[in-house]
């Protein structure tokens, strides 16, 4: 007579309980339990993983024994399940390392009931994430400077209030303890002493919007994590302190630069232009996957001060860009110039007080210090706003870049919006200067939603000048035929109502670009027998 097999449960943590239940039969209760604990961790998702687990334990007594000798299935505690899963969570995590969440957004319970919960067991925490708004920062801090969280791992703290709340700089767990065990500190609004955290041996750094941070601190950290794979510094215009060299660097060097072998990922958006050029300087990066640069350049100075700090980075600028095949700029709102090509993105946003000449040896400076000449690169240009400087900076790029495909879009509800509409006539002729020219010739595909309900006569005149052109007698190469145009509404529509189509506009850009495919809404408009 034969027997049922029984598998022995197992502990996450090593251990063994009771057998499976006799009577669950079907095939996925004879699952050994590693696999169904697998299929578990797959199939429970946030924010109800807690609820997720107490349906499954009601299976049958089998799963209840599995899942409930399984700690590391309950770590995660988010005040989003409420108060009694929260405790359910902890008393059946036992002694595993705990990932805490608290977002006031969601939370359905309070801070001091959630924190009430956990503050015993500060010791297991690996992950804390708290959100919160306003005034509840100060009783927050003093909690965390009563526990001592060794065996955190990842501390994530948001203000989300538009004002700041705390008034003082405050110390991080009381600044008398460091975190030894700390990889990934993201830290948002919060007016904390960041050499309160000690902090060292860092993987990834967040400091955004963070009141009395200077840059000794920041260098500090980095200095101290030279493993550190991801850095994002955000909002900091007031940084202060940026530190001379011996005070950024405790010990005696003959090279002041700091050797950052793993990081692949810097973020540099709005600081201090001081700071960035002389963390710029400061910093080796073999391994850089992706630099993203994005500042405001009010004056002359601070264009130096980036170019200067960009030029310490010359080997990485052509490693991120060396094997891009395409690259996109952009010509955005209030002044608003984007390139991202391969592994750099970089966006400035220029002032009226820089001039068209500064502007132009800056863009300039970067094109001429890529892995590779732009001139050779198809380019994807995008053009989303106007600015009296467009019409000049456009016949500027003519020269520099080969777009060979032209995005122009507009927001129907922004004023400005109109004004795009310039910008049509100056694609329908060649330039007057000396020497003519077409502007970017070599566009074959342009998408746009500058269509009224009554179409648009200027882009049916370009589209119809493009495509009748030939070579001038003058020298002016004629400008390629459009290959592909999409077309979409850039009216005032509400989001009920289906967007119109102009069945005749279409027909007419249809005969007048007669060898191009023409898209209304990412649909193709077949062509009529």
């Not at 509840?136 to 001592?148: N, R, T």
């Not at 002389?278 to 640069?293: D, G, Q």
């Not at 777009?403 to 919006?417: E, G, M, N």
């Not at 400008?479 to 005032?492: D, H, N, Q, S, Y």
């Amino acid at each position: 007579m034969s027997k049922t097999i029984q598998h022995p449960t197992i502990n996450l943590e090593g251990g063994t309980s009771s057998p499976l239940d006799a009577h669950c039969n079907p095939p996925i209760h004879r699952l050994p339990p590693e696999i169904l604990l697998e299929v578990v961790r797959n199939y429970i998702q946030r924010p109800m993983r807690t609820r997720d687990l107490v349906r499954l334990t009601l299976v049958c007594k089998s799963w209840s024994i599995i899942i409930h000798d399984a700690p590391l299935l309950w770590t995660t505690i988010d005040a989003t399940e409420g108060p009694s899963a929260v405790r359910k969570a902890l008393q059946t995590a036992k002694d595993a390392l705990l990932d805490l969440n608290f977002d006031h957004n969601y939370a359905r319970m309070d801070e001091e009931a959630f924190f009430g919960s956990v503050g015993e067991k500060s010791a297991q925490w690996r992950t804390l994430v708290v959100v919160l708004e306003a005034t509840a920062w100060d009783w927050i801090f003093e909690k965390l400077q009563e526990g001592a969280p060794l065996s955190l791992e990842t501390l994530h703290l948001s203000d989300q209030a538009e004002e700041e709340s705390i008034s003082d700089i405050v110390s991080g767990f009381g600044g008398n303890i460091a975190l030894p065990q700390l990889k990934k500190l993201f830290l948002a609004n919060i007016p904390i002493n960041l050499a309160s955290l000690q902090l060292s041996g860092l993987k990834s750094l967040t400091i955004k919007s963070i009141r009395g941070t200077s840059g000794t601190d920041i260098i500090n950290a980095i200095r101290g994590s030279p493993a550190i794979e991801s850095i994002c510094l955000e909002s900091l215009e007031s940084l202060t302190g940026i530190p001379p060299l011996r005070e950024a660097f405790s010990h005696p060097v003959g090279n002041p630069s700091i050797q950052l072998a793993s990081l692949v990922h810097l973020s540099l958006d709005n600081i201090a232009m001081p700071f960035l050029k002389f963390l710029l300087s400061a910093i080796t990066t073999p391994r850089l996957e992706t630099l993203e640069i994005d500042h405001e350049l009010p004056n002359v100075s601070d264009a130096h001060l980036l170019l200067d700090g960009l030029g310490q980075q010359l080997s990485a600028l052509a490693r991120l860009t060396t094997d891009a095949q395409t690259f996109k700029f952009s010509l955005a709102s209030f002044g608003s110039y984007l390139i991202r090509i391969g592994g750099l993105y970089l966006r400035l946003c220029v002032e009226d007080r820089l001039s068209a000449n500064a502007l132009e040896e800056t863009w300039d400076w970067v094109f001429n210090h890529l892995g590779k000449p732009l001139k050779d690169l198809p380019a994807h240009l995008y053009i989303t706003d106007w600015e009296p400087q467009i019409p000049a900076l456009l016949e500027w790029l003519t020269h520099r870049l080969t777009v060979t495909k032209l995005s122009i879009d507009r927001y129907p509800w922004y004023d400005r919006a109109v004004l795009l509409e310039t910008i049509i006539p100056l694609f329908s002729r060649p330039t007057t200067s000396t020497p003519g020219t077409w502007l970017f010739p070599q566009i074959e595909v342009i998408e746009t939603n500058l269509i009224q309900r009554n179409g648009n006569d200027g882009l049916l005149e370009m589209f119809q000048s493009r495509h009748l052109a030939e070579d001038g007698n003058d020298g002016v190469a004629a400008p390629k035929p459009f290959r592909e145009i999409w077309l979409a509404f850039g009216g005032k529509q509400y989001h009920d109502s289906p967007d119109p189509i102009n069945m005749e506009f279409l027909r007419k850009v249809q005969e007048v670009a007669s060898d191009a495919d023409v898209y209304w809404e990412k649909k193709k408009v077949e062509r009529g027998r």
